[in-house]
């Protein structure tokens, strides 16, 4: 089945069928229909999937595909255009430009935590780009069955179609399955895009409002029960300040979800009993100091705080991918800075401070795939971002334009004139010391793009120079002219 349906999906492809930009329109609103019209089985699925309230799923997936959809509309055209680049004398009569077009067939492996989000914004980008593909979420779709079918399965269904041929294989999930993905790619040579996760670090700073702080932490670490990829994993932060932190996440616990969190609509439970019973592993040994109470019947773990983890804890040494939050107590920023950097580069860096400085040193001096400074979360927000890891955290990027172009190739495309061969003579043989002398001259002169935008603002500045040049030289004439009259008045005077 999955064969089949890739060879119809690359005949159609080859037929030329995505490539129009009215049709990528035309799928793109289909989409949008498609959400807009779903909403309410959406949020019911995710409510009996993982307890989320009906409230999170738009706040988390569908607002964000609603605009990635609208962006992608209002700017296809612009993101399709060839790209006009600088040129050089031997090249000066030539047309060179950038022309984005569709890799081809792409597969896109989604994910459960949020599988609306993490599934149709790769689509919404690979539609735009004109690449038909696999994307496996629920099969509700209204666009066109050949170019883009859907697969419902597991790791079986997901295993015959990496055995597949495909010319881009968009990957989010674990690092372990990333890079059977990676593996499996690459018999074929197919370009990957993994978005995968790790231990995020989340920095407080002595100078900063703990209880601003603690809101925003809390928030992004617990909403989804802890089943985020870019939640922050733990907390770093001076022993002074511990005990004032994990008081700030007591009480902004009891403001979202009530004393008794199983009770409130606002939060979720695991996906499935292997994964509670991993959670619950990671929590042997440690006593909480806030939550710990949980119900398997329910796959329930209440929101757990861990303080005075040391760092070779079992806590700490994998993606934690729940409502438990470990606090590592480090000396100062020098000892942050070095926790940080001796360990995978991360997803997501957060990082909390009034201090200028500090925040300015945690920049310069750490790598992570993305980072929010005073909050946690919300760089994910912004299409005009780039989304992605590096290094064990995962590789290429997306959202808006940067989907575009990770499921485009950019050709380059040189049209040369047949006429100005005078140029083109000095790199032809025989060659000699002037020819040499001058090809070299032409191909370092400094680069010129002779793009109509710069045409015209070049015969616009042109224009206008020349216009006030011819002012202040009547001006000037007036002026003199009158000068002269006053002074011959004035010796009559006299």
């Given at each position: 089945m999955e064969k089949q349906a890739v060879q119809r999906a690359r005949e159609a492809f080859l037929a030329g069928r995505s490539r129009p930009l009215e049709f990528r329109v035309q799928q793109l609103k289909s989409l949008q229909r498609m959400i807009t019209d779903r909403q309410g089985e959406i949020a019911t699925a995710l409510k009996q999937d993982i307890n989320r309230s009906q409230y999170d799923t738009p706040l988390f997936e569908l607002i964000g595909?609603?605009?990635?959809?609208?962006?992608?509309?209002?700017?296809?055209?612009?993101?399709?255009?060839?790209?006009?680049?600088?040129?050089?004398?031997?090249?000066?009569?030539?047309?060179?430009?950038?022309?984005?077009?569709?890799?081809?067939?792409?597969?896109?492996?989604?994910?459960?935590?949020?599988?609306?989000?993490?599934?149709?914004?790769?689509?919404?980008?690979?539609?735009?780009?004109?690449?038909?593909?696999?994307?496996?979420?629920?099969?509700?779709?209204?666009?066109?069955?050949?170019?883009?079918?859907?697969?419902?399965?597991?790791?079986?269904?997901?295993?015959?179609?990496?055995?597949?041929?495909?010319?881009?294989?968009?990957?989010?999930?674990?690092?372990?399955?990333?890079?059977?993905?990676?593996?499996?790619?690459?018999?074929?040579?197919?370009?990957?895009?993994?978005?995968?996760?790790?231990?995020?670090?989340?920095?407080?700073?002595?100078?900063?409002?703990?209880?601003?702080?603690?809101?925003?932490?809390?928030?992004?670490?617990?909403?989804?029960?802890?089943?985020?990829?870019?939640?922050?994993?733990?907390?770093?932060?001076?022993?002074?300040?511990?005990?004032?932190?994990?008081?700030?996440?007591?009480?902004?616990?009891?403001?979202?979800?009530?004393?008794?969190?199983?009770?409130?609509?606002?939060?979720?439970?695991?996906?499935?009993?292997?994964?509670?019973?991993?959670?619950?592993?990671?929590?042997?040994?440690?006593?909480?100091?806030?939550?710990?109470?949980?119900?398997?019947?329910?796959?329930?773990?209440?929101?757990?705080?861990?303080?005075?983890?040391?760092?070779?804890?079992?806590?700490?040494?994998?993606?934690?991918?729940?409502?438990?939050?470990?606090?590592?107590?480090?000396?100062?920023?020098?000892d942050a800075i070095h926790f940080i950097n001796e360990r995978e580069k991360p997803l997501a860096l957060y990082v909390f401070s009034s201090n200028k400085k500090v925040i300015k040193r945690m920049l310069a001096e750490t790598t992570s795939g993305g980072v929010t400074v005073n909050d946690v979360i919300m760089h994910y927000t912004l299409n005009s971002l780039p989304f992605g890891g590096v290094g064990q955290s995962g590789t290429g990027r997306y959202h808006g334009k940067h989907t575009f172009d990770q499921f485009s190739h950019h050709r380059a495309c040189l049209v040369k004139s047949l006429g100005m061969e005078e140029v083109n003579i000095v790199r032809y043989p025989p060659q000699n010391r002037q020819k040499a002398r001058r090809v070299r001259l032409a191909m370092r002169t400094p680069l010129v793009d002779f793009s109509w935008k710069t045409y015209i603002w070049a015969v616009t500045a042109t224009v206008f120079a020349f216009g006030l040049f011819v002012t202040l030289t009547a001006i000037l004439l007036i002026a003199g002219g009158l000068n002269c009259t006053c002074w011959r008045l004035w010796q009559i005077w006299r």
């Amino acid at each position: 089945m999955e064969k089949q349906a890739v060879q119809r999906a690359r005949e159609a492809f080859l037929a030329g069928r995505s490539r129009p930009l009215e049709f990528r329109v035309q799928q793109l609103k289909s989409l949008q229909r498609m959400i807009t019209d779903r909403q309410g089985e959406i949020a019911t699925a995710l409510k009996q999937d993982i307890n989320r309230s009906q409230y999170d799923t738009p706040l988390f997936e569908l607002i964000g595909l609603e605009n990635e959809i609208s962006l992608a509309v209002s700017k296809l055209a612009q993101w399709a255009a060839p790209r006009p680049v600088e040129r050089n004398l031997l090249t000066i009569s030539d047309q060179a430009y950038i022309q984005p077009e569709p890799l081809g067939v792409v597969l896109i492996i989604g994910a459960w935590n949020y599988p609306w989000a993490l599934t149709l914004q790769p689509l919404v980008g690979a539609i735009a780009a004109g690449t038909p593909q696999r994307p496996p979420p629920p099969s509700l779709f209204l666009l066109s069955c050949e170019l883009y079918p859907v697969v419902c399965g597991g790791v079986s269904e997901t295993q015959e179609l990496l055995r597949q041929r495909f010319d881009h294989v968009f990957y989010t999930g674990n690092s372990t399955v990333g890079k059977l993905v990676m593996e499996a790619a690459a018999r074929h040579l197919t370009p990957v895009t993994l978005e995968l996760g790790g231990k995020s670090p989340c920095y407080i700073d002595k100078d900063v409002d703990l209880r601003v702080a603690c809101r925003r932490i809390t928030w992004g670490k617990f909403v989804n029960c802890g089943q985020t990829c870019i939640a922050p994993d733990y907390i770093l932060c001076e022993p002074s300040i511990q005990n004032r932190v994990v008081e700030g996440i007591r009480q902004t616990l009891l403001e979202f979800y009530g004393p008794d969190p199983k009770s409130s609509p606002d939060y979720g439970r695991i996906i499935n009993q292997r994964h509670f019973n991993r959670l619950m592993t990671l929590l042997e040994g440690y006593t909480a100091t806030v939550g710990g109470q949980s119900d398997s019947s329910q796959r329930y773990i209440a929101p757990t705080v861990v303080k005075d983890v040391p760092p070779q804890a079992r806590l700490m040494q994998e993606e934690i991918f729940g409502p438990l939050l470990p606090i590592v107590t480090v000396s100062d920023i020098d000892d942050a800075i070095h926790f940080i950097n001796e360990r995978e580069k991360p997803l997501a860096l957060y990082v909390f401070s009034s201090n200028k400085k500090v925040i300015k040193r945690m920049l310069a001096e750490t790598t992570s795939g993305g980072v929010t400074v005073n909050d946690v979360i919300m760089h994910y927000t912004l299409n005009s971002l780039p989304f992605g890891g590096v290094g064990q955290s995962g590789t290429g990027r997306y959202h808006g334009k940067h989907t575009f172009d990770q499921f485009s190739h950019h050709r380059a495309c040189l049209v040369k004139s047949l006429g100005m061969e005078e140029v083109n003579i000095v790199r032809y043989p025989p060659q000699n010391r002037q020819k040499a002398r001058r090809v070299r001259l032409a191909m370092r002169t400094p680069l010129v793009d002779f793009s109509w935008k710069t045409y015209i603002w070049a015969v616009t500045a042109t224009v206008f120079a020349f216009g006030l040049f011819v002012t202040l030289t009547a001006i000037l004439l007036i002026a003199g002219g009158l000068n002269c009259t006053c002074w011959r008045l004035w010796q009559i005077w006299r």
